[in-house]
């Protein structure tokens, strides 16, 4: 299965709504009409532009751009990936709650071993709090000495993000050499949004602060 993470923005515009409807109306039926599903779309709480959403695609065979399908909105970044040890299940996410983005520099030498400590840090990590990991992905181009990885995680709220920055001890032991073999990494907080609907606030605000 390959994966596309499109960073989208809409410069003419301070929120995300004429982006979204973009989506909703082109975009995603377009893509599907090429074959290519929509893993999710989402908004981001802090780490992106109040304007810029998240875009998540895959397809079984190579996913197309979507540049044909876009009017006056700009593609800021887009990443081919492939799953590493998740997920289990490649349908579009669901869950409300907080969708984190942490995107890490490696070495593609070393993307084997990040993905199988995570995956043994996962056992207790999970059980430990109302969180789940949706993905950990490595792109699908591993020819350069460096590359990228992407972990997105679902937690319920952002109390449960801030409770698991505490994890059990096995857990964080294999973080702690996950953190080792990693260059740099960059958080980005999200939410899901809905294609169905428009559940965001007008002018791209928040209801954090």
Do not use: C
């Not at 070495?107 to 950990?136: M, R």
């Not at 973080?175 to 990693?182: A, G, V």
């Amino acid at each position: 299965m390959n994966y596309q993470v499109i960073r989208l923005k809409d410069p003419d515009s301070p929120g995300p709504l004429k982006l979204l409807e973009q989506l909703k109306q082109k975009v995603i039926p377009a893509l599907a009409q090429q074959g290519i599903s929509t893993f999710g779309v989402f908004q981001g709480l802090f780490g992106i532009a109040s304007n810029e959403l998240y875009l998540v695609v895959n397809s079984e065979s190579d996913t197309a751009p979507i540049n044909q399908q876009l009017s006056g909105l700009k593609i800021l970044a887009t990443t081919d990936l492939v799953p590493t040890v998740r997920p289990l299940a490649h349908s579009p996410r669901e869950k409300e709650g907080i969708y984190v983005f942490r995107w890490f520099k490696v070495f593609n030498k070393d993307v084997d071993e990040i993905a199988s400590l995570s995956k043994q840090a996962w056992e207790t990590f999970e059980s430990g709090f109302d969180t789940e990991v949706q993905g950990l992905f490595a792109e699908s181009d591993r020819t350069n000495e460096q590359g990228e990885m992407l972990l997105i995680t679902w937690y319920a709220d952002l109390n449960a993000w801030q409770d698991s920055r505490a994890p059990a001890p096995e857990a964080r032991e294999n973080f702690m050499k996950r953190h080792q073999l990693t260059i740099e990494a960059t958080p980005v907080a999200t939410r899901l949004v809905s294609t169905d609907a428009t559940p965001i606030v007008p002018g791209g605000e928040n209801k954090f602060s």
